[in-house]
């Protein structure tokens, strides 16, 4: 029976704190979902306390095979920990993981929300028919490349990511490739992982519409799943307007 929990999975962390907030004992210091969560932090993604999680000893630490390093979740491991580690990259696929991170991981109840998360994207139309730049860094300039989970989501909606064919998921490219006229109808700045705002990132793709994109809602699976059709469709219908 799994009692104790550490996330080191924003996305995850909402998860399970909305479904069984007593299970989880530790979390990241992005995790930053619910507001009122009261955990013990454990740095960062991509620098956990493999100490301070041992010393949690959680009956299960969950992790993501992109947002996590091998070694660290192989440090975990030979602490004595069990680990277990999600691949998203569909949307099918997010649903499946946080049925399985739930139900056979933290041994609890399949979540209404999931159900709901479910019937949204099942019922969301494709209602764009457009070319789009997604930028989740500047300094250098990196975008959403093939097979990618917030690629999956715009897909479905109709938004069809120029670089979905790139060899790389998150490549570099130049900004003068990305900005370049008739490259894209549309630029897609989410918030995270680099904080894209109106005065922070449109100005750099001059005579695009921007599009101005909750980050939570394009990159994590979760309970935001529910709302994420309709708040990315609002910032896409603002843009293209």
């Known amino acids: 029976m799994t009692s104790t929990v550490v996330s080191l999975v924003p996305s995850l962390t909402e998860a399970i704190a909305v479904t069984a907030p007593g299970l989880l004992v530790g979390a990241t210091d992005w995790c930053t979902y619910p507001g009122d969560l009261d955990v013990v932090r454990v740095r960062g993604t991509k620098n956990p ?133 008739g490259s894209a109808d549309v630029v897609v700045l989410p918030d995270e992982p680099y904080a894209f705002a109106a005065d922070d990132g449109p100005e750099t793709f001059p005579g695009m519409p921007a599009a101005l994109v909750s980050g939570r809602h394009l990159t994590w699976y979760g309970p935001s799943l529910s709302e994420a059709p309709e708040v990315i469709g609002a910032a896409l219908r603002a843009a293209l307007r």
């Open 49 to 181: 306390d493999v100490e301070r999680i041992a010393g949690l000893a959680p009956d299960l630490v969950v992790a993501n095979e992109e947002e996590n390093r091998p070694q660290d979740l192989e440090a975990l491991r030979a602490a004595g920990l069990r680990v277990m580690v999600t691949e998203v990259r569909g949307i099918e696929q997010s649903f499946t993981e946080l049925e399985r991170v739930l139900t056979q991981g933290c041994g609890v109840r399949r979540p209404g929300w999931l159900d709901e998360a479910e019937t949204a994207w099942r019922e969301a139309r494709a209602e764009f028919d457009v070319r789009a730049v997604v930028p989740v860094w500047r300094r250098p300039w990196m975008v959403l490349g093939r097979d990618t989970f917030a690629g999956a989501l715009l897909a479905h909606l109709g938004v069809r990511n120029v670089y979905a064919a790139h060899a790389e998921r998150y490549p570099r490219v130049p900004i003068g490739e990305l900005a370049a006229e």
